[in-house]
């Protein structure tokens, strides 16, 4: 229990850097700091591991399950997130830099992983 109230703490941390970068980023009249969307990323990392880490702690069957679907999942958003931002990077519908763009897509990474892995764990 001491450890999800950690994991929580971390991600209030998380969040609260974020909302300072990205209030930071958008009071000087430009697009957010790429770091935010990084900060953004682990601040749902650890929300979902305060989630998980009473069923991973166990090491057992299902958790492993929950790691295997979770990963498989995450690999088909990935490619669908790769093959938005080539679209439109490609037909200039956005203009943004690569840094943007890597930071932007790390963090959906992130996201997404932990993301399908709290939603298989709910549904076995």
Do not use: W
Not at 55 to 61: I, L, N, S
Not at 83 to 89: A, C, H, N, P, T
Not at 92 to 120: C, E, R, Y
Request: net charge positive; hydrophobic share 55%.
């Amino acid at each position: 229990m001491a450890m999800n109230k950690t994991y929580i703490g971390f991600g209030v941390f998380f969040a609260l850097n974020a909302l300072l970068l990205i209030s930071v980023g958008l009071s000087t009249g430009n697009e957010p700091i790429p770091v935010s969307y990084m900060m953004v990323g682990m601040s749902i990392m650890t929300f979902c591991l305060s989630y998980l880490q009473p069923q991973f702690k166990a090491r057992d069957e299902r958790s492993r399950m929950i790691r295997e679907k979770g990963m498989f999942y995450s690999y088909f958003a990935v490619l669908g997130y790769i093959m938005v931002f080539l679209f439109l990077l490609q037909f200039n519908i956005v203009n943004i830099s690569s840094v943007t763009v890597l930071s932007a897509l790390a963090a959906m990474l992130i996201s997404t992983v932990f993301v399908s892995m709290v939603i298989i764990a709910k549904r076995h």
